[in-house]
């Protein structure tokens, strides 16, 4: 494939005029090459920069924190990455359609899934293009927690294009060391979800869930320690409430929960 042929799939990719199975594919592609996922970026800003739906944020927009995942670290140096975030927060203000059910149901069913795939040993964070691109595209503003203080790595992401009956939503993969595994699925909220931090039991999987302003958010983890998977999701959810990373006393907390908890059953 020429490069004229990659910018045209690019740019299709970022206005979403791919189908389903050719969306799927040029994201795998994304995920394994950092050039096309910078190239990705590139394109989303310009599109939202020259959109007549943009809109004139407010002032008081909280920015990524720095104690955030630490791709976010990387974003912050850079001007152009900046405007990325800018862009994403700024469509994050417009009510794109009415309540779509069974949200839930369908991040239940990807971390299942997702959690029986075998680990890829020494996977690495996400990349922080790939990352700004797939927020851009989720039309919300928000931020993904850095789990690292609960010894958990971002080493999955993936975004889902809306369809007929479900919104645009992005799963992201949260993986430990010995085998622990924890999905953070976002998407918009419908006006029924609370903002109250709900627990829900399945079995051997355990999740939350909460609204925070437009945004749903679940946390899902299987065979996690109960007071180690509680004690995140009760500081996740506070902390997308008020968008701001971990204080100190948090991580600190994060720490000695994880570090006294067993390893994850299957």
């Not at 797939?134 to 850095?146: C, E, G, K, N, T």
């Not at 369809?163 to 909220?189: F, I, K």
């Not at 996690?224 to 509680?230: D, L, Y």
């Amino acid at each position: 494939m020429n490069d004229y042929q990659t910018e045209e799939l690019l740019s299709a990719y970022v206005d979403g005029e791919l189908t389903p199975t050719e969306s799927a594919c040029m994201a795998d592609a994304i995920a394994r090459d950092p050039r096309l996922a910078t190239r990705v970026a590139l394109l989303t800003r310009v599109k939202y920069s020259l959109s007549d739906l943009a809109v004139e944020p407010p002032d008081g927009i909280p920015l990524p924190d720095s104690r955030w995942s630490r791709p976010m670290l990387a974003i912050a140096a850079s001007v152009g990455l900046f405007v990325a975030v800018m862009s994403g927060i700024m469509t994050g203000f417009l009510d794109f359609g009415a309540d779509r059910g069974g949200w839930y149901q369908r991040a239940a069913a990807t971390h299942a899934e997702w959690a029986q795939e075998p680990a890829a040993p020494g996977a690495r964070e996400i990349d922080a293009n790939l990352y700004l691109a797939s927020v851009d595209r989720l039309h919300l503003s928000f931020q993904a927690p850095d789990l690292t203080s609960a010894n958990l790595r971002l080493t999955y992401l993936r975004f889902y294009e809306a369809v007929e009956n479900s919104t645009a939503a992005m799963h992201m993969g949260y993986t430990g060391q010995h085998g622990c595994r924890l999905t953070m699925w976002v998407t918009r909220a419908p006006s029924s979800l609370g903002t109250d931090l709900t627990e829900v039991r399945d079995g051997k999987t355990r999740s939350f869930r909460w609204r925070a302003g437009k945004v749903a958010y679940a946390l899902f983890a299987t065979g996690m320690a109960e007071q180690r998977f509680t004690t995140i999701a009760d500081k996740v959810h506070q902390a997308t409430r008020v968008m701001h990373g971990f204080d100190d006393e948090t991580r600190m907390a994060l720490n000695d929960i994880s570090r006294k908890a067993p390893p994850c059953a299957a």
